[in-house]
């Protein structure tokens, strides 16, 4: 069932994001008949996949009659909106299910117990302030795509001031019922509906004198693998960041490796993640990555891999990136390209994302 | 002190999202902000603690104290529940209380690490620096000692002390710990594990004065018949000893350096002498529930009588044992000539001490859980042992390390203090050191029960054995000292 479904997923994204690629438009047509996801040989995958991007990518210009010239084709849309809508319907149907620690999240409340560390070493190693019992105390954290709150809470236990964002609205109630009953975290801990899009914008226009941030620290944990567009993802985050302000980011890699174990065995085999919930074609390499922040200001400080075991249920920290890896970046600088919201029309070549995939 | 904080906190977490804020959540923190600074009197609607500890004895007070002292838990609120009255020592009393408890080093540190050993040894307390255990039904005697007599094995103190000293502790410790003294628990109320629309996720605690409290992690401390674990319907494996301990003061004949520990194993139960002081000792008599109420009922030099022949008297030797220990031991000197140690006999005892004597029933308990979601067990709650070996407050002060430990941690990783998965870790480190504790007093209770000749010869083959072997018995001292 899981199977079917993901192959129906992956047959619309793909038809979608590829006619948007192509000319900005957001046809819900399917592009002509893709091959079904069941039929992947055991040949490499990037392989595979690049062939399909390219055969969509001149499918889907003939039908729509654009610009001949093959244009770079992405697996997410130049767009301006970093949300991606059948991501947003696929956690709106789990919206009530984020705190039941033995459901579908489950590895991600087991995450918790190597991201929070991480987050609050790297910001007590730049803050250096000491509050036994309270840490973070005085810090202000934006979780983006805080889901339920799974990762705000602990880090308003720590004390820490954390806005929480999702534009799924149903998950931000869960989270706020969650947290209501805890006095400890009421006053710490507030949640919103939004975009990153819509609070950067806000910032701008509240703070223009300034200038300057509003966020000591932005944690993404286990978003830029579901977004649309990470060139305006990372502009944003620039744009909240104070100057020094630290970025933490936890994803999955694009390897071979990370889609036999990532997707085949998580979600089909071992049904860890609810089928669909990971494309393949949305990961992104640290490498990558580093260099799409560093080309917004960024200064990438570590990486670190991280290792899920289904037996025990528990994650740990690992030298290999190969799957999943926890990245933390400083910001060095604000964004040269504050007029230029959005990446559609960045004029720095390196800043698009290609299609190529990196293994 | 509390509600001041939280409502200073509230005001500035308005001014620094009333940018980013157009939300109701802004008038709730607002609300809850005054609604909690009226709370500066103890109104007790339902406050939120973060952790309750139910049961003000040694292991409750020390828990509390252990809790109130870590600086990941600064800024916690923990609240410690009796049901008696405060014990204040302001002097400490001539006479020797009855009740008295032997203080392995591992607990010793313990206590130290969280400020009462200071008080502990500025009272009262005795250190032993040797201890003879031997057989009343043959020979055989196995003495445990450190190095050259330098240190000490353990130490004698009084139950009522080591409590006032943890409450001298907990007083310079009253911003983070609250105690309520006679406030009896009449209800708990325990949360369900997964969290509907209007339930409350916290255990609620009912007292008798009808004031309800709320906590995210209830740690029950409250005796052999815990009312926590009844209420939570933890199937407990106990059963009890057909055995009552009698407890006393003895003054001893003459001064004497007192710095042996003695313990003989009679066929009724074993007998032991602890030492408080260079004239007084401890008795800690377990014998069948009639013969101790007799020996209740005895005048005191009777008593003494009863006591000395206790741990002086050859008659329950008979001559096959004697002849097998002796062969026995003569076998074993020939391997280790060096091994092994006189006997020594016991100080003789004249009198006891002003305060009556009392006895007390002996059983054995074992929770098979020491946590449900939100609520932990330690101390005799969760295992209850015979005072033979010494070990039944050790084992509750080693619960107290371990639980703080584990609490402070998940602290510092923000995580929900009353989550099961570093709860787990506490069951399973410390079954994982009970369990084997427990047997082996249960086992040793059992074999010396009897006179019965395979038994005793299989135990003066055993004592004798140990006794010449002196790795094996720094193994056994090491894992009594934990």
Known sequence: MYANKFGRVMLALYSRNTATACGGLSTATACGGLPSAAGRSGFSWTAVCKQRTL???????????????PCHVSARSASQTTVDPDELRRFQSLAGKWWDEQGEFSALHAMNDLRVPFIRDNLLNVHGVRHPGKPLRGLRILDVGCGGGLLTEPLGRLGANVLGIDPVGDSIGTAQLHSSTDPDLCERVCYRASTLEELAAEGDEAEEEQGAGQFDAVVASEVVEHLADLETFAFCCNQVLKLGGSLFITTINKTNLSYALGIVVAEQLLRIVPGGTHDWDKFISPVELERLLESNGFSVQSVQGMLYNPVSGAWSWTASTAINYALHAVKVRDDPHTEQAGGGSSTHPEDHPTAAPHS | MHKLTRATLAFNGLGRFSIAEKHLS?????????????????????????????????????????????????????????????????????????????????????????????????????????????????????????????????????????????????????????????????????????????????????????????????????????????????????????????????????????????????????????????????????????????????????????????????????????????????????????????????????????????????????????????????????????????????????????????????????????????????????????????????????????????????????????????????????????
Request: proline share 5%; with cysteine; hydrophobic share 40%.
């Open chain 1, 55 to 69: 055969w969509l990518q001149r499918t889907a210009c003939l039908n729509t009659q654009q610009n001949p010239v």
């Open chain 2, 26 to 482: 802004a008038i709730k923190i607002t609300s809850r902000g005054l609604v909690s600074a009226e709370h500066g009197h103890d109104s007790g609607k339902n406050e939120v603690y973060d952790v309750i500890i139910s049961g003000g004895g040694m292991v409750g007070s020390a828990m509390a104290c252990s809790l109130g002292m870590d600086p990941n838990l600064e800024g916690k609120k923990i609240l410690l529940l009796e049901a008696g009255n405060k014990k204040v020592m302001d002097k400490v009393p001539e006479n020797y209380s009855i009740r008295v408890s032997s203080i392995s080093p591992g607990s010793a540190s313990i206590l130290s690490g969280i400020g009462a050993w200071e008080h502990i040894t500025k009272m009262r307390c005795k250190p032993y620096k040797k201890m003879q255990v031997w057989d009343a039904c043959s020979d055989a005697l196995i003495t445990f000692d450190k190095e050259n007599l330098q240190d000490e094995m353990a130490y004698i103190v009084e139950n009522d002390i080591i409590v006032a000293a943890l409450t001298k502790q907990l007083d310079c410790l009253s911003d983070n710990v609250q105690v309520k003294y006679r406030s009896k628990v009449v209800k708990y109320a325990w949360p369900l594990p997964h969290q509907a629309a209007d339930s409350i996720p916290w255990v609620k605690v009912t007292l008798a004065s009808g004031e309800t409290v709320q906590t995210k992690l209830l740690i029950g401390a409250d005796g052999p018949n815990s009312m926590v674990r009844q209420e939570l319907g933890i199937p407990t494996v106990k059963w009890n000893y057909d055995q009552s301990a009698v407890v006393a003061v003895l003054h001893l004949s003459e001064p004497t350096e007192n710095n042996v520990a003695w313990q003989r194993f009679l066929p009724t139960g074993p007998i032991a002498m602890l030492p408080l002081s260079d004239t007084e000792s401890s008795l800690v008599w377990s014998t069948s529930h009639r013969l101790a109420e007799e020996l209740l009922e005895l005048d005191e030099e009777s008593f003494v009588d009863a006591i000395n022949s206790a741990f002086w008297r050859n008659e329950n030797q008979s001559e096959l044992i004697e002849t097998a220990g002796s062969l026995f031991r003569g076998a074993l000197s020939v391997i280790m000539p060096s091994a092994g140690s006189p006997r020594q006999l016991p100080p003789s005892v004249a009198g006891i001490g002003p305060k009556t004597r009392v006895m007390f029933p002996l059983g054995i308990g074992h929770a098979s859980e020491y946590i449900r979601h939100r609520v932990a067990l330690i101390g005799d709650a969760a295992h209850r042992v015979h005072p033979l070996a010494g070990q039944g407050a050790n084992l509750g002060f080693g619960d107290v390390a371990c639980l703080t430990q584990l609490v402070s941690q998940a602290a510092f990783d923000g995580k929900d203090l009353g989550a099961m998965q570093h709860m787990l870790q506490y069951e399973t480190e410390r079954q994982r050191h009970n369990l084997p504790m427990m047997a082996a007093i249960d086992l040793m209770k059992r074999l010396y029960s009897t006179n019965a000749a395979p038994a005793v010869l299989l135990r003066t083959f055993g004592l004798q054995a140990t006794n010449m072997l002196p790795a094996l018995k720094e193994q056994i001292v090491a894992f009594a000292s934990k």
